[in-house]
DNA sequence: CCATTATATAAGTGATTGCTTATTTAATCA
DNA sequence: TGATTAAATAAGCAATCACTTATATAATGG
């Protein structure tokens, strides 16, 4: 891994919102329109985010029908590493659960 | 730690030349005056680099005399975790060694 | 004291960042 | 088929970034 590699993995990871995203990632695979509820955002703001992580090869994602579900990307020589970072951080308030309590659609349908 | 703690770690180690300034303290402990010979850079884009570092908590600074000694901070919790993120990297090529050996003014006097 | 040396700070600049709104693409379903 | 829905893309914008040059601060040594 040279210089270059490990500066876009680490900008990557570098942000308030992409490390809640990869937090969410962490307990379950999730789609953009989940993600935009969890975190409050617009969806272009969602995607733009998920972009750069699938740039830096931190997520993967799985197209289904209308959905792309995005999940970890657990080939990564990082992969151990990010998952150590994340267990540093507080669990996010909110989540799915919590939103569906409110009666917020979360789940795609 | 929290979200804004992590993120501004992080941010301080997603660049190229501190990642090459973490990598060389990772070996020893060095001074601005070196650096400047060490990355080619400038003495006030090295100090402002330095500056980054040491907000993030990531380096501490001795002052002795005119120099300023810089140091990994071992103290740090995600030092571990610095130091195997350095392991990655390549050794740079040019080290106080090589300086030396060209003649370059690279210790402090 | 004054010149030198090491470092810090300030101000300015072009590039990049994270968002916004608007639009486009693509899949589903009535 | 046409309306709806999920996601991507485009363009624009304020904030931040990594540098630059110029200047200030501070310690050393003649």
Redesign the interface.
Known sequence: ????E??SY??A????NR??ILKYLSKESLCICEFTELLDMTQPAVSQHMRKLKTAELVTEEKRGRWTIWSLNVRH?LYP?LI??LS???EPEVTVESLMAEGKKVVCE
């Open positions: 891994m040279n210089y270059t490990m500066e680490l900008k990871i570098s942000d308030h490390m809640l020589v590493m150590h970072l540093l951080l507080p």
